[in-house]
């Protein structure tokens, strides 16, 4: 027995490598998946980023409720376009802190009813409202309600 039967060979056989032509099947292959992958890849990055920014302003919140109980005094909260400052009560000229905004979101001018918050000493707040803001993600809201309860919603 001189030569090997194709139990003996193996599953490819005597063959050392991919011919050309299987490689290009390959190479076509990948090049689908990744036109199809990449797209939808970066539209997540999008969506995690305008996440990520929305939960950045709301701990701004936060902060200015946290640092009104701290001080024992009011504290305001400013959103100008792309800035927000964080300032002592009636007195806008006393900044505590200055943050600016991710370029992922936008203010929506037309849906949102305030853009200026302010905490008392007691981190309760009278002014009350909705800050609407857009980006790749959709929609989401900050809602500042009865008397210290700060929320996100979605759309």
């Given at each position: 027995?001189?030569g090997k039967?194709?139990?003996e060979?193996?599953?490819?056989?005597?063959q050392?490598?991919?011919?050309?032509?299987?490689?290009?099947?390959?190479?076509?292959?990948?090049a689908?998946?990744?036109?199809?992958?990449i797209?939808?890849?970066?539209?997540?990055v999008?969506?995690?980023?305008?996440q990520?920014?929305s939960?950045?302003?709301y701990t701004?919140f936060l902060?200015?409720?946290?640092?009104a109980v701290?001080?024992?005094?009011?504290?305001?909260?400013l959103?100008?376009?792309?800035?927000?400052?964080v300032?002592l009560g009636?007195?806008?000229?006393v900044?505590?802190?200055?943050?600016q905004?991710?370029?992922?979101?936008?203010i929506?001018?037309a849906?949102?009813?305030?853009?200026?918050?302010?905490?008392n000493?007691?981190?309760?707040?009278?002014?009350?409202?909705?800050l609407?803001?857009?980006?790749a993600?959709g929609?989401?809201k900050?809602?500042?309600?009865?008397?210290?309860?700060?929320?996100?919603?979605?759309?």
């Amino acid at each position: 027995m001189a030569g090997k039967s194709g139990l003996e060979k193996g599953f490819f056989g005597s063959q050392r490598g991919l011919t050309l032509m299987e490689l290009m099947i390959a190479l076509a292959v990948f090049a689908i998946l990744c036109g199809i992958g990449i797209p939808r890849f970066q539209e997540q990055v999008q969506r995690y980023r305008f996440q990520s920014a929305s939960l950045e302003l709301y701990t701004i919140f936060l902060f200015t409720k946290s640092e009104a109980v701290r001080q024992g005094r009011d504290v305001g909260l400013l959103i100008d376009g792309d800035t927000v400052r964080v300032f002592l009560g009636g007195n806008e000229d006393v900044v505590l802190r200055t943050f600016q905004l991710c370029r992922t979101i936008r203010i929506n001018e037309a849906g949102s009813n305030k853009k200026e918050f302010v905490f008392n000493r007691r981190g309760m707040t009278t002014s009350w409202g909705t800050l609407v803001f857009e980006g790749a993600g959709g929609t989401r809201k900050i809602v500042v309600s009865s008397p210290a309860n700060i929320r996100v919603e979605a759309g």
